[in-house]
């Protein structure tokens, strides 16, 4: 019924899972399925992360020369070109916030 107010309660569902998909959907068309993602050419490790490299800074490729270089998008600078942006930045932050 309209009769129900926010301070209630009854639209905090109605206006958390609208927020949600607004994030989902901006969230992916900015990164999953971006026209401007580049790629680099790495050595990806075998199980996702390298744990050797952990304390070096170094988890999500091989220094290993027996592993083949593997083209893969370049999530890193996508983001930070992505979140350049301060009004992207307020958008994700008040997103985050509403959750």
């Not at 959907?25 to 050797?52: G, Q």
């Not at 304390?55 to 091989?62: A, M, S, T, W």
């Amino acid at each position: 019924s309209l009769n129900y107010t926010i301070g209630t309660g009854r639209w905090n569902m109605l206006l958390s899972g609208l927020t949600i998909l607004f994030f989902l959907t901006i969230h992916l068309a900015d990164i999953r399925f971006s026209t401007k993602m580049t790629y680099t050419m790495l050595r990806p490790p075998t199980y996702f992360v390298a744990f050797p490299g952990v304390l070096e800074g170094r988890v999500f490729y091989e220094t290993d020369e027996s592993i083949p270089l593997t083209r893969v998008r370049d999530l890193y600078t996508r983001e930070v070109e992505l979140f350049k942006d301060f009004g992207t930045v307020v958008l994700y932050t008040a997103c985050i916030v509403v959750f």
